[in-house]
């Protein structure tokens, strides 16, 4: 009788055991499957990692940061609302980060001061 008591705990323990084997690898492989996906959901403006080996001096940033979200869009946007103007005045545009409106005033105003009669003489 006291042999069928043991064999029953022996059963229980290896049942139990079974269920932490199969919640550890749950647990293994939603680690290893899922969290890769959420984490990239989490980190979604950071595409490309910088390399800390080529960090200059006296800056924050290294040689491989990529720019800015948006920055070859709002250089289009420049160049597509001053067709006529050269690249000096897209690069101030663009250092100053004017919007697409404030580069269609500044260019209008550019246009006016070159229509004007010049008063000199």
Not at 54 to 66: I, L
Request: a negative charge; glycine letters at 8%.
């Amino acid at each position: 009788m006291l042999i069928a008591g043991i064999e029953l705990d022996l059963s229980a323990i290896g049942g139990l055991v079974k269920y932490l084997l199969v919640a550890g690898l749950f647990g293994i492989s939603a680690y290893s499957l899922v969290w890769p996906s959420v984490k990239k959901l989490l980190n979604k403006g950071d595409e490309r990692p910088s390399n800390p080996e080529f960090k200059r001096e006296g800056t924050d940033r290294c040689s491989d940061t990529p720019p800015p979200k948006g920055f070859a869009e709002h250089l289009q946007i420049i160049e597509t609302t001053a067709p006529n103007a050269d690249t000096t005045v897209w690069w101030k545009y663009a250092k100053a980060e004017l919007t697409e409106a404030e580069v269609a005033i500044a260019e209008a105003k550019l246009a006016r001061k070159s229509s004007e009669p010049s008063t000199e003489g």
